[in-house]
């Protein structure tokens, strides 16, 4: 997997993955950026997030669970001395769908957490990453 940043103007940066597809990152204003994209540690969040969602949806549809949303909420602390960088991090799992099994969406983010999320495996040791889950049932 390969992926390429290149500096634009400011603090502004683009890049693009493999995949062709890219994404513009930015700072704030006050160190110098011009805050036209997302933060890079936004990103991290963004990314363990979205490859822990892929994995319980596509667990759930294996199952026949009937998923008609997910969204989920990623929260980060950040240690007070440079680097900066994460030492804990919660993420908020809202499946909505109808009569979902509780223990099937359980266990498809605990299999996401536990086996299958490259994200979450590579911070693991680096930051205490917890979750939580809440089941919205659509009529």
């Known amino acids: 997997m390969k992926a390429k940043i290149t500096y634009t103007d400011g603090l502004q940066f683009v890049g693009e993955g493999e995949s062709g597809h890219a994404i513009v990152m930015d700072g704030e204003e006050k160190f110098g950026g011009r805050d036209t994209g997302l933060r890079p540690t936004e990103l991290l969040l963004i990314g363990v997030g979205g490859c822990s969602g892929m994995d319980v949806v596509s667990i759930l549809r ?9 969204e989920i909420n990623v929260s980060g602390k950040k240690a007070e001395e440079y680097p900066q960088r994460f030492t804990e991090i919660e993420i908020e799992y809202i499946v909505r769908g109808r009569s979902l099994s509780e223990e099937a969406v359980k266990r498809a ?4 957490m536990d086996k299958y999320c490259s994200v979450k495996a590579t911070l693991e040791g680096s930051a205490a990453i917890t979750y939580k889950y809440k089941i919205i049932e659509d009529v």
């Open 62 to 70: 294996k199952k026949k669970e009937k998923v008609t949303g997910v």
């Open 109 to 112: 983010i605990g299999l996401s």
